[in-house]
Nanobody, 115 residues
Framework: QVQLVESGGGLVQAGGSLRLSCAAS????????MNWYRRAPGKQRELVAG???????NYADSVKGRFTISRDNAKNTLNLQMNSLKPEDTAVYYC?????????WGQGTQVTVSS
């Protein structure tokens, strides 16, 4: 079973940047989309950014212009560059990969933005 492991979370001041990475322990066949979700305290999980097999990206309105999703197929990694961070970006961020047969999730990485 392929596992996803996120890294790069931490504590940063408002206006700062973080880069999240998600590494897959093996190859995933027929990937449809790769996504970053987040869950803030007391809120539902929300889609932050996604990238499909054609490298088309989509972003939540709240992060457009600040976050950039990218992937490295050779390294089986998914990245999220987060700039101009705001306290409301504080959440646990999850990596998600959807293939034609499975839906994979990482354990999450905490991002805390102080004001």
């Amino acid at each position: 079973q392929v596992q996803l492991v996120e890294s790069g979370g931490g504590l940063v001041q408002a206006g700062g940047s973080l880069r999240l990475s998600c590494a897959a322990s093996g190859s995933i066949f027929a990937v449809k989309t790769m996504n970053w979700y987040r869950r803030a305290p007391g809120k539902q999980r929300e889609l932050v950014a996604g990238i499909n097999s054609g490298d088309v990206t989509n972003y939540a309105d709240s992060v457009k212009g600040r976050f950039t999703i990218s992937r490295d197929n050779a390294k089986n990694t998914l990245n999220l560059q987060m700039n101009s961070l705001k306290p409301e970006d504080t959440a646990v961020y999850y990596c998600n990969v959807v293939s034609i047969t499975n839906d994979y999730w990482g354990q999450g990485t905490q991002v805390t933005v102080s004001s």
